[in-house]
Nanobody, 127 residues
Framework: QVQLVESGGGLVQTGGSLRLSCVLS????????MAWFRHTPGKERDFVAA???????YYRDSVEGRFTISRDDAENTVDLQMNSLKPEDAGVYYC?????????????????????WGQGTQVTVSS
């Protein structure tokens, strides 16, 4: 049974940094794509960043240059380093995983395409 467990959320001032971590268990990580999505009240889950099996990374435009997604294969984790945080970055951040048919595929930005989800971790950015 695949499990994703996020950690690292919290309260930070505008301009500050946070590092989110997601631990994957229950299935071999071989071929996995992983992503972070953000949910704010009244909105759909928005794509934030993703990393496919070869290690190519993808970002939404608003976080490009400020956020970095990385994978630690030894620890089975995917981290999201968030720098220069803004109030609009706030929300519940969810880790997601899927094993696409082609491991070279560009990860989908549609949350419906992702099968496995963590429980979420709250990020609050004070202005």
């Amino acid at each position: 049974q695949v499990q994703l467990v996020e950690s690292g959320g919290g309260l930070v001032q505008t301009g500050g940094s946070l590092r989110l971590s997601c631990v994957l268990s229950g299935r071999t990580r071989s071929g996995v794509s992983m992503a972070w999505f953000r949910h704010t009240p009244g909105k759909e889950r928005d794509f934030v960043a993703a990393i496919n099996w070869p290690g190519t990374t993808y970002y939404r435009d608003s976080v490009e240059g400020r956020f970095t997604i990385s994978r630690d294969d030894a620890e089975n984790t995917v981290d999201l380093q968030m720098n220069s945080l803004k109030p609009e970055d706030a929300g519940v951040y969810y880790c997601a995983a899927r094993w696409p048919g082609s491991w070279r595929a560009t990860p989908s930005r549609d949350p419906e395409a992702w099968r496995y989800w963590g429980q979420g971790t709250q990020v609050t950015v004070s202005s």
